[in-house]
């Protein structure tokens, strides 16, 4: 499955495999965006697959937020593909319900 990142009027959209073989790639992306912005939102809900490597790019982003003082909205907590994964990483706090897009 191809991997893309879409940017949906604000809402940065992951779609495919979010997996080794793109996690650079969205560690990039994303390490920019928190250079650049002061509140980003990423959305998990149409990611097929996740694997460890992928996990830890959103560890790291997380981390980078926090330690910067950015407000990060993680949505797609209810994705049944990747849920599992989160949970047994222990990441489930990584993600917001209290998004409200303007």
């Known amino acids: 499955m191809n991997f893309q990142i879409i940017n949906n009027k604000g809402v940065f959209e992951i779609h495919g495999d979010f997996t080794n073989a793109h996690s650079n790639q969205a560690a990039n992306y994303f390490n920019n965006l928190l250079d650049r912005?002061?509140?980003?939102?990423?959305c998990?809900?149409?990611?097929?697959?996740?694997?460890?490597?992928?996990?830890?790019?959103?560890?790291?982003?997380?981390?980078?937020?926090?330690?910067?003082?950015?407000?990060?909205?993680?949505l797609g907590k209810d994705n049944k593909r990747i849920s599992?994964?989160?949970?047994?990483?222990?990441?489930?706090?990584?993600?917001?319900?209290?998004?409200?897009?303007?």
């Open 44 to 74: 998990l809900k149409q990611v097929k697959r996740i694997d460890s490597r992928a996990l830890n790019v959103m560890q790291f982003i997380s981390a980078k937020a926090k330690r910067r003082s950015k407000i990060l909205f993680v």
């Open 37 to 42: 912005y002061y509140e980003i939102v990423i």
């Open 84 to 102: 599992k994964e989160f949970e047994a990483a222990n990441l489930n706090n990584i993600f917001r319900n209290d998004y409200n897009s303007k």
